[in-house]
């Protein structure tokens, strides 16, 4: 009880100016108020019209979730685009759409650069997330001129339609895009947003030759890896007895899944913010939080439909089968089998160590699953790139401004960069720049990226291990028990009973879309809500941050957040114990047929003879790199040696390439050179598989590359300069530069950036040296990133 009472003053006074009126009524009342009341009584006031702001956006949220279904529920963009293919009028038709982002009247785009392709998860809501907002996916790449296109979906999906039909269908969209841009610099960039990902994936290795580099952000692609105690959401499936609910689920809406249901287990995973933090954040800013909230919420409540088919397929190959790693995944007809060691463009992951929806190792783990060391890699041509970022959750991967301003904008400027790294395993790593940084006039914005050169066992060293793992395959078998089991037995019996009425109304009955349609215009008990509001706002003055009153209530919503917080803990914890014990039994593999030799010989990922195809492909390759050794440009001879020099392990960062970018465009401008970047990127790899094949008779041959004494000085030179673009030689560089010195027989001197390294001199060259076996010695071992300096387990919110 506060030591004063004026109740009457307080409600004639309710809606003037906080801290303000009240101390004029309680005057005019002849009361006169203690500071401590004063302070008081402004927060009452500040409070109740802080609630009836925050009840006016909530009826907006209804009313805009009204209205954008009632539009058909468009993409969120913010930009504005155009249809250029309807994939529901092809043959085998699907609810997908392919869109060009139309450029700012002031920023036209560029058609001649590589297209930007952008593809957003289908998982429960509509599409739009990659660029809703001007600081995006989309708003990057149309800042830096480049042509956008965008993967959009419709409510509804088409009878019959398949996740084979919506791939073919994003297969021809891509050809479309590349048959618009003939002449762009490279093939399309496509970005998969989390499930968008593992979709682009399937695209990627069945129609290698129609993307160009490709970024998974957020993907998911090895379902059962995690961390025990801090990634719970893996073992919903095994929980649930399998995928034969996802079934019930789909039976029951008429042959559709609401995807209402996976939102629903999202916000599951973070009660803290589902129940409080995000409603709570409202209330606490509603003075300037309300755009914000109801553009998100615009996304957030646009739940989509997919056919029962659809979501059978995915959670039965992918999330509970996890079979897209390990070559399980194929056509319906079994005409193809998808490999991902056919996908040739570099693949770059971005994951989060603060996303609890796909942690890092879900995001990574494939890669151990396709391949044993990096010498695999590189045999298989493939570039891959990862980048982890420390604390961002799941969706601030795909609309946060800061990801967006920094990982994104970074990694599209290096695509170019990455297209010519060799084949192999790096990791990107963004850092400040600073003033005494060499030569940072070739560095683009206030970022420096750095590709370190990676080995599987780094990607391994991310995860506590793998032997979990064996869990999973004991759920993956009682779930083809129960599927075939509900298939037989129950699934005639739920059909019979559902029918199209009856799934409606259980669509709108659902929780997530009751909370918004029942505080909106159409319910007549919240039409007093706006007129309130409306009274607030012409009075509304927010409360001094100072108000001892104020601190207490953001102290008691911590005391909320950290009690949900622990509830979730002990929740997750017990679901892991729950599953660890009843999937870890004896009684229960011996139930399902599965002892612990099969175990151990199923969780051997996949067979990885490459068949005849493929080794008749390597065959080829390595007849063209054989050939490559003895003959070549000038180009070819540069590029071998900055591969040579390159390649001892301490990375490369952009400075070299920026500095080649540049010596391309002075020598166009003169007229002394027609080469391109593609010249380059297709020498690169030609000269990098004659180093892999041959190190030290691919340097014995550089003179054979090389015209004349004139050109050996010249080549060596430049590749100096380039060289030195990272700042003064390392001293594995230094020696790595004096063999090739001495293969081209150019005289030793000081180093002037660095006397302790001699380096060749410019003078004429007198006789070739063969190149001592020295210069195929390995790298000294690098030291795995350590596991246990990560963030904390404390998941940030969806």
């Not at 002849?30 to 008081?40: E, I």
């Not at 060499?438 to 990676?454: D, M």
């Not at 050939?627 to 070549?632: D, P, S």
């Not at 010695?777 to 904390?792: E, G, W, Y």
Request: glycine share 6%; net charge negative; charged share 25%.
């Amino acid at each position: 009880m506060f030591p004063f009472q004026l109740p009457q003053t307080t409600l004639l006074n309710f809606f003037q100016p906080a801290g303000q009126s009240a101390s004029a009524g309680a005057a005019a009342a002849g009361a006169p108020l203690t500071p401590l009341a004063q302070q008081a009584l402004d927060y009452w006031v500040d409070a109740a019209q802080r609630s009836v702001l925050f009840w006016d956006v909530l009826r907006e949220r209804g009313n805009v979730y009204a209205q954008h279904a009632k539009s058909g529920k468009p993409p969120v963009l913010v930009f504005e685009f155009e249809t250029v293919l309807d994939a529901r009028e092809f043959e085998l038709p699907a609810n997908y759409a392919l869109v060009r982002i139309k450029p700012p009247a002031d920023r036209p785009t560029d058609p001649n650069k590589r297209a930007f392709v952008v593809i957003d998860p289908r998982a429960g809501h509509g599409p739009g997330i990659g660029g809703f907002k001007p600081d995006s996916e989309i708003g990057i790449a149309l800042g830096a001129g480049h042509p956008c296109y965008f993967f959009t979906f419709f409510p509804e999906p088409m009878p019959g339609q398949t996740i084979e039909a919506v791939a073919r269908a994003e297969v021809k969209f891509l050809e479309k895009v590349n048959d618009l841009h003939p002449q762009a610099e490279g093939r399309p960039f496509v970005i998969g947003n989390c499930q968008g990902g593992w979709a682009l994936m399937l695209i990627a290795a069945a129609q290698p030759e129609s993307v160009g580099p490709i970024l998974l952000a957020g993907a998911p692609v090895s379902y059962w890896a995690g961390v025990e105690g801090k990634n719970p959401m893996r073992y919903s499936g095994g929980l649930l007895g399998g995928s034969w609910l996802a079934s019930l689920t789909g039976d029951l809406g008429n042959g559709k899944f609401d995807g209402a249901h996976l939102v629903s287990n999202f916000e599951n995973l973070n009660p803290a913010n589902t129940y409080w933090s995000k409603l709570y954040n409202l209330y606490a800013k509603v003075d300037t939080e309300r755009e914000r909230f109801l553009d998100f919420e615009r996304w957030w409540g646009g739940h989509y439909l997919m056919n029962k088919a659809e979501m059978d397929w995915i959670v039965q190959n992918l999330f509970v089968g996890n079979k897209l790693s390990r070559g399980g995944v194929q056509t319906a007809d079994g005409s193809l089998q998808i490999d991902l060691r056919a996908i040739r463009s570099p693949i770059v992951v971005f994951a989060s160590w603060g996303d609890n929806i796909t942690p890092p190792q879900q995001a990574l783990n494939w890669i151990a699953d396709l391949y044993d060391n990096t010498d695999e890699i590189r045999a298989h041509e493939q570039t891959i790139v990862y980048c982890l970022h420390e604390t961002v959750g799941h969706l601030g991967i795909f609309v946060s401004a800061g990801v967006a301003k920094k990982e994104t904008t970074e990694i599209a400027g290096a695509l170019d960069l990455i297209d010519l790294l060799p084949p192999g395993l790096y990791e990107m790593v963004i850092e400040d720049t600073h003033p005494e940084m060499h030569h940072s006039e070739l560095i683009h914005g206030r970022y420096l990226s750095v590709f370190k050169p990676r080995e599987v066992s780094d990607i391994l060293a991310l995860d506590d291990g793998r032997e979990d793992e064996q869990d999973f395959e004991v759920a993956r078998r009682v779930a083809e028990i129960n599927q075939a089991n509900y298939d037989k037995f129950l699934s005639p019996l739920v059909k019979t009973v559902a029918n199209e009425p009856t799934a409606q109304v259980a669509r709108a009955l659902n929780p997530a879309r009751m909370e918004r349609w029942m505080v909106s215009d159409a319910n007549p008990a919240v039409w007093p809500v706006k007129s309130l509001a409306d009274t607030v706002r012409k009075q509304r003055q927010p409360l001094s941050a100072d108000n001892p009153f104020l601190a207490a209530e953001h102290t008691a919503s911590e005391w909320i957040v950290r009690g949900l917080d622990q509830y979730r803990e002990l929740r997750d914890a017990a679901q892991e114990r729950l599953f660890i014990n009843l999937y870890r039994s004896p009684w229960l593999k011996a139930a399902v047929g599965m002892h612990e030799l099969s175990l151990s010989q199923q969780s051997k990922v996949r067979d990885k003879k490459t068949g005849w195809a493929h080794e008749e492909l390597l065959r080829m390759k390595q007849a063209q790199a054989e050939a490559a050794i003895e003959q070549g440009t000038a180009l070819d001879a540069g590029m071998r040696m900055l591969i040579h020099l390159a390649s001892d392990g301490a990375g490369v960062d952009e400075r070299p390439f920026r500095m080649i970018q540049q010596m391309l465009r002075e020598a166009h401008a003169a007229g002394q050179s027609k080469l391109t970047l593609a010249d380059l990127k297709q020498s690169a790899k030609t000269q990098h598989l004659a180093l892999l094949l041959d190190r030290p008779r691919a340097l014995a041959a550089l003179p054979k590359l090389l015209r004349d004494v004139e050109s050996a000085r010249d080549a060596f030179e430049l590749v100096k300069r380039i060289a030195r673009a990272q700042g003064p030689l390392s001293e594995q560089r230094a020696e790595r530069l004096c063999e090739i010195a001495e293969v081209l027989a150019l005289p030793l001197i000081a180093d002037a950036e660095s006397e302790e390294h001699p380096i060749a001199a410019t003078a004429p060259p007198t006789k070739p040296r063969t190149p001592s076996r020295t210069a195929t010695r390995p790298a000294a071992k690098r030291t795995s990133p350590a596991k246990t300096a990560r963030p904390s387990s404390k998941r940030s919110a969806p």
